[in-house]
Structures are given as C-alpha cells and as structure tokens.
C-alpha cells in the first residue's frame, strides 16, 4: 500500500485529502497539533477504509521537532510516496503600516519555513528511492495580491517560487512537483485569520457559493493519480464567482 504524509490534517483541505487518499487505499501519516482532533479522524479514517494511520503532533515551525518526527518514523513508514505541504494559515488583515508584526512571524514560519522543515526531512527518503510526489499548497494569494493581505501573499507567493524550484531540483530524481492555488474555501481558515471572530469570518462566506475542501481534496488526487509520465505543474482553482482574488460576486 501507498503511503501519504499530509501536513494540517487536523481541518479543513487537510482533513478532506486525507479521506479522499483513505478511500484511495492509502495508508497515512497524519500532521497537525491539535491531537484530538487528528485522533478522531483517524480513528475514523481506519474503521471506514480499513487503512494504517500514524499520527505526529507537530508544529511544523520547529524544524527540529520535523526532522526527528521523520527521522523516528518505523522503516515502514519511511516509504512516503506523497507529502501534501498543506499547514498554512492566514493571521490578521490590516494595510502594512498597521501590521502586527506577531501575525507576519506566524504566516513567515508556518506557510514558508513549515514547508520547507517539511520538504527537507522528507525529499531525501523519495531522492533515496528515485519515486515521490510533493503536493504544495498555496493560494490565488500566491498569483495575485488583494488589499490587506500583504505578508499571506507574500507567503504564498514565496510557496509559488518554491514550487517551480523544487521541480527542477528533483527532476532528476523522478519526483514529480505540484502546486494547488485554492481560491476561496469555507474551512477554518477565516476564523483562524480573524483570530477566532467566527462572526466576522462567517460573513467572508456570505451570498456566494464557495469551495469546498473536498474541491480541494479531488483535484489533488487528479493530479497524484496521473501516469508516471504527466505532472501537473499546478492547478488555480477558483468559486466560479470569484474570477479573481479580490472580487466576489455576492447575491446579498
Ligand atoms: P484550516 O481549516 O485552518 O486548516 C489549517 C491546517 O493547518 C490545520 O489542520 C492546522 O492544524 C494546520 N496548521 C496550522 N499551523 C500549523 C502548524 N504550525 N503546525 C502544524 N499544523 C499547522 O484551513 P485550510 O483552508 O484547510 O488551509 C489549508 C491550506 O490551504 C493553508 O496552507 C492555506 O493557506 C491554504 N489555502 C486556504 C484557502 C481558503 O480559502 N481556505 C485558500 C487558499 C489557500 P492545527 O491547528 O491542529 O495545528
């Protein structure tokens, strides 16, 4: 069986990849700090698909702590064949002048350093085996910026980078590189950004049909689920009401 590493599976595109790789037969490596809530879907995830779940409580901004995650994982689950670099986070909305620089550092060590703790400790056991697929999550943020969100664009402008690099880096070592570019999606994510204001993050939402994880989940697994020859290079996927970052049309 087939292993996937997903990081932020606690929630939101987290959570939904990591049912669509369970009903797919894949066994996982599940990331996230919040224990409970990683328990509860595995438990979940094996009793419904009868796949093999190992949990790690980890912040992936301690690059420490992702290295010896991956460095004591059991030989069998050293054969990762998928990571989903997907932890991510928005914290606060403001112009650049108010910014809370706590939020940036946050974003900064998460989004961009998160992925790469993630991508170092991971990328040497695919090289290693000459097989891999490395799913990045980033955002419409990483294509295009909006008013107020400044250092999340620039995060995610930076997995964008980060995506084509890989690509090229490990190329030769037959791994493929994809980035997924979500457009609004209804998971945490708001209330996270609004620092737990469900009231405020609700009305993000509001008079327009959103994605949903699961729109997320399914076009990761096209993209894993093609031949050995096709990588998908990235996929932007937007609300058919929003055509780009900074417009939504809302039937209110
Ligand atoms: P979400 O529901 O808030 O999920 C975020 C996940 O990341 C949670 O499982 C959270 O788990 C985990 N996480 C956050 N900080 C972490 C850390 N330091 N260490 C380990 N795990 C951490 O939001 P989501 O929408 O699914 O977000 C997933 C990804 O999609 C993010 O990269 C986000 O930027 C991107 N994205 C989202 C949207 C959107 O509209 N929702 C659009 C474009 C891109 P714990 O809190 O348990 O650690």
């Not at 009793?47 to 779940?53: K, L, P, R, S």
């Not at 998460?110 to 991508?119: A, D, E, I, S, V």
């Not at 085996?129 to 969100?149: D, L, P």
């Amino acid at each position: 069986m087939k292993i996937a590493c997903i990081t932020g599976a606690s929630s939101g595109i987290g959570a939904a990849t990591a049912t669509v790789f369970a009903q797919n037969g894949y066994n996982l490596i599940l990331i996230a700090r919040r224990s409970e809530k990683l328990n509860a879907l595995a438990t979940e995830l094996a009793q419904q698909f009868g796949v093999q779940i190992h949990q790690a409580v980890v912040d992936v901004r301690n690059a420490e702590a992702v290295a010896t995650v991956v460095k004591e994982l059991p030989d069998y689950w050293k054969k990762i064949d998928i990571l989903v670099n997907n932890a991510g986070l928005a914290s606060g909305l403001s112009t650049i002048d108010k910014g809370d620089i706590a939020d940036w550092d946050v974003m900064i060590d998460t989004n961009l350093k998160g992925l790469l703790y993630m991508t170092r400790a991971i990328t040497p056991l695919m090289v290693e085996r000459k097989s891999g697929h490395i799913i990045n999550i980033g955002s419409i943020a990483g294509k295009e910026v909006y008013a107020n969100g400044n250092v999340y664009c620039a995060t995610k402008h930076a997995v964008d980078a980060l995506n084509k690099a890989m690509r090229i880096d490990l190329a030769p070592h037959e791994i493929k590189v994809t980035a997924i570019h979500p457009g609004a999606v209804e998971t945490e994510f708001s209330i996270v950004r609004f620092h737990g204001d469900t009231e405020r993050a609700q009305k993000v939402y509001e008079g327009f049909d959103n994605l949903v994880a699961q729109d997320i989940a399914e076009a990761i697994w096209f993209a894993v689920s093609r031949p050995t020859h096709v990588n998908i290079n990235e996929l932007t996927i937007m609300p058919t009401a929003q055509p780009v970052a900074s417009v939504i049309h809302r039937k209110l």
